[in-house]
């Protein structure tokens, strides 16, 4: 017979959770002074307090005792700038700008940053680079201007550029 001599003489037992009374304390005082923080959260205001505990030991306590919040925030899904109609009726009066990424068998996660002529809905610039950074959503926009205008123009050409709030 193949099983350890150990498990003849096991005998189960009630696991009974041991609560450090003076640290459920101090946590209860941390909830009701903030009902919103996590059990990360007093942990780590325990520790600024000085006292060294197990972020585990904290938790198991809000666990036991019924303390831990459960409260999601709610994302805003509202625009952050006031949206309006980008159709105009003459091209070069108004451009928009969009970065999107695009995942690439040999390259991997690459980016796309894209100017685009509001009358006419023609992508007139882009840029495709391995990062996401401001001066490629420059270098976007700088292609646009040469291929609309030849050259880049040495004063104000009177395109508005429109964005939606994420590079330039």
């Known amino acids: 017979m193949n099983v350890a001599r150990s498990t003849s003489y096991y005998k189960s ?6 609560v450090d009374d003076v640290l459920a304390q101090r946590i209860k005082h941390l909830i009701d002074a903030e009902p919103y923080l996590g ?6 205001r325990l520790r600024m ?3 060294a505990v197990n972020r585990k030991a904290v938790q198991r306590i809000m666990q036991l ?8 925030l709610k994302k805003r899904c509202s625009p952050r700038v006031e949206s309006s109609i980008s159709v105009v009726q003459f091209s070069n009066v108004r451009w ?5 990424y695009i995942w690439t068998r040999f390259d991997g996660l690459i980016h796309l940053n894209a100017i685009l002529d509001c009358a ?3 992508c007139i610039g882009f840029n495709v680079s391995q990062r996401n950074d401001a001066i490629e959503a420059a270098w976007a926009l700088e292609d646009a201007l040469i291929s609309r ?4 123009p040495s004063s104000d050409t009177g395109v508005v550029l429109r964005t939606d709030n ?3």
Request: with cysteine.
């Open 39 to 44: 059990y990360r959260m007093v942990w780590a």
């Open 65 to 72: 005792k019924g303390w831990q919040c459960h409260r999601r």
């Open 120 to 122: 006419d809905r023609e």
């Open 96 to 100: 928009a700008t969009d970065a999107t």
């Open 149 to 152: 205008f030849g050259a880049l």
């Open 166 to 168: 994420a590079l330039v």
């Open 13 to 18: 037992r009630d696991r009974v959770s041991w």
């Open 49 to 51: 307090q000085g006292i």
